[in-house]
C-alpha cells in the first residue's frame, strides 16, 4: 500500500519531465513575412478594381518594396469597388497612363498614421502623388472627431469606414469613394491646350457686307444725276445760243 503513492509521484514525474522536453525541442515561430499590400486587399474581399490598378501600374511593387525597407511607413486609403463603380462613366479610360499613377498614389502617403493621428494632423497631409508636378500639392485633408475620421480632396469627402490594417509599418483605411485629387479634376484645372483662336462673328460680317452692297447702288444713283444735270445744262445753253442768232 504505500509503494502506490510513490509509484504516482514516480510516474507524474516522468510525464512533465517529458511535456517540458517536447515544449523545449519545438521550434521557436519564425519571422513573420513581408508585407504585401495586395494580399491585404485580397483578404478584405471588396477591393478587385484596386487590385487591378496597383498590378497595372505597378504601385504594389513599390509600395510592397517601400514598406519592408522605410523606417517612416506607409498609410493607404483604399476605395472599394463600389466607389469606382459611383464614377462617372469613362472616368478612368479617359485618364492617361501617367494619370492613373498619379490617381492611384494620390492614395497612399508615405507615413503611417493611427486614427487618432489623423484627427489631430497638420493639413494638408502630403501623398505620393505630391511633388510630382510643377506647382501642384496633391494633398489630403482630414478631420473628425471621437472615432470619425473624414477625408477631403476639394472635389469629393468621404469617411474612413473601416481599417484592413492598423499596426506600423502599415496602415490600411477602407473609403467608400475614390479621391480625385482638385489638380486633375477641379473646374479650375487648366488646360495644356491652348483655345482656338476666336473667329469673326457671321452676323458682323454679313451686315458689314450688306452695308456695302447697299451702298453701291446709292453711289450710282448719285453718279447717275450727275451725268443727268450736266446733259440738261448742255442742252439749255445750246437752246440759248440758238435764241440769240435769230433774234
Same mark, same amino acid.
Given at each position: 500500500?504505500?509503494?502506490?503513492?510513490?509509484?504516482?509521484?514516480?510516474?507524474?514525474?516522468?510525464?512533465?519531465?517529458?511535456?517540458?522536453?517536447?515544449?523545449?525541442?519545438?521550434?521557436?515561430?519564425?519571422?513573420?513575412?513581408?508585407?504585401?499590400?495586395?494580399?491585404?486587399?485580397?483578404?478584405?474581399?471588396?477591393?478587385?478594381?484596386?487590385?487591378?490598378?496597383?498590378?497595372?501600374?505597378?504601385?504594389?511593387?513599390?509600395?510592397?518594396?517601400?514598406?519592408?525597407?522605410?523606417?517612416?511607413?506607409?498609410?493607404?486609403?483604399?476605395?472599394?469597388?463600389?466607389?469606382?463603380?459611383?464614377?462617372?462613366?469613362?472616368? $478612368? %479610360?479617359?485618364?492617361?497612363?501617367?494619370? =492613373? !499613377?498619379?490617381?492611384?498614389?494620390?492614395? *497612399?502617403?508615405?507615413?503611417?498614421? @493611427?486614427?487618432?493621428?489623423?484627427?489631430?494632423?497638420?493639413?494638408?497631409?502630403?501623398?505620393?502623388?505630391?511633388?510630382?508636378?510643377?506647382?501642384?500639392?496633391?494633398? $489630403? %485633408?482630414?478631420?473628425?472627431?471621437?472615432? =470619425? !475620421?473624414?477625408?477631403?480632396?476639394?472635389? *469629393?469627402?468621404?469617411?474612413?469606414? @473601416?481599417?484592413?490594417?492598423?499596426?506600423?509599418?502599415?496602415?490600411?483605411?477602407?473609403?467608400?469613394?475614390?479621391?480625385?485629387?482638385?489638380?486633375?479634376?477641379?473646374?479650375?484645372?487648366?488646360?495644356?491646350?491652348?483655345?482656338?483662336?476666336?473667329?469673326?462673328?457671321?452676323? *458682323?460680317?454679313?451686315?458689314?457686307?450688306?452695308?456695302?452692297?447697299?451702298?453701291?447702288?446709292?453711289?450710282?444713283?448719285?453718279?447717275?444725276?450727275?451725268?443727268?444735270?450736266?446733259?440738261?445744262?448742255?442742252?439749255?445753253?445750246?437752246?440759248?445760243?440758238?435764241?440769240?442768232?435769230?433774234?
Amino acid at each position: 500500500m504505500a509503494t502506490t503513492p510513490l509509484l504516482l509521484l514516480l510516474l507524474t514525474s516522468v510525464f512533465l519531465s517529458a511535456e517540458i522536453t517536447a515544449q523545449l525541442a519545438a521550434p521557436a515561430p519564425g519571422p513573420a513575412g513581408p508585407i504585401n499590400i495586395t494580399a491585404i486587399l485580397e483578404k478584405g474581399g471588396q477591393f478587385v478594381t484596386l487590385i487591378r490598378l496597383l498590378n497595372t501600374t505597378q504601385i504594389g511593387n513599390q509600395i510592397n518594396i517601400q514598406i519592408n525597407s522605410s523606417s517612416e511607413g506607409m498609410t493607404v486609403l483604399a476605395p472599394t469597388d463600389n466607389g469606382f463603380q459611383n464614377l462617372k462613366p469613362g472616368t $478612368l %479610360n479617359k485618364l492617361s497612363p501617367e494619370d =492613373q !499613377v498619379k490617381l492611384i498614389l494620390y492614395h *497612399v502617403s508615405p507615413k503611417f498614421y @493611427t486614427l487618432e493621428d489623423l484627427l489631430s494632423v497638420s493639413n494638408p497631409v502630403s501623398t505620393q502623388a505630391s511633388g510630382r508636378d510643377a506647382g501642384g500639392i496633391y494633398g $489630403l %485633408n482630414f478631420t473628425g472627431q471621437g472615432n =470619425q !475620421v473624414n477625408v477631403s480632396t476639394g472635389i *469629393v469627402e468621404t469617411r474612413l469606414s @473601416t481599417s484592413l490594417r492598423q499596426e506600423r509599418p502599415l496602415a490600411v483605411y477602407v473609403v467608400d469613394m475614390v479621391l480625385l485629387p482638385e489638380e486633375m479634376f477641379g473646374e479650375r484645372k487648366i488646360s495644356p491646350v491652348a483655345p482656338p483662336p476666336k473667329s469673326k462673328s457671321p452676323d *458682323v460680317s454679313d451686315d458689314s457686307n450688306s452695308s456695302k452692297k447697299a451702298a453701291a447702288p446709292s453711289q450710282i444713283e448719285k453718279s447717275g444725276s450727275g451725268e443727268m444735270n450736266t446733259g440738261l445744262g448742255f442742252g439749255l445753253g445750246l437752246v440759248v445760243l440758238c435764241l440769240k442768232f435769230l433774234f
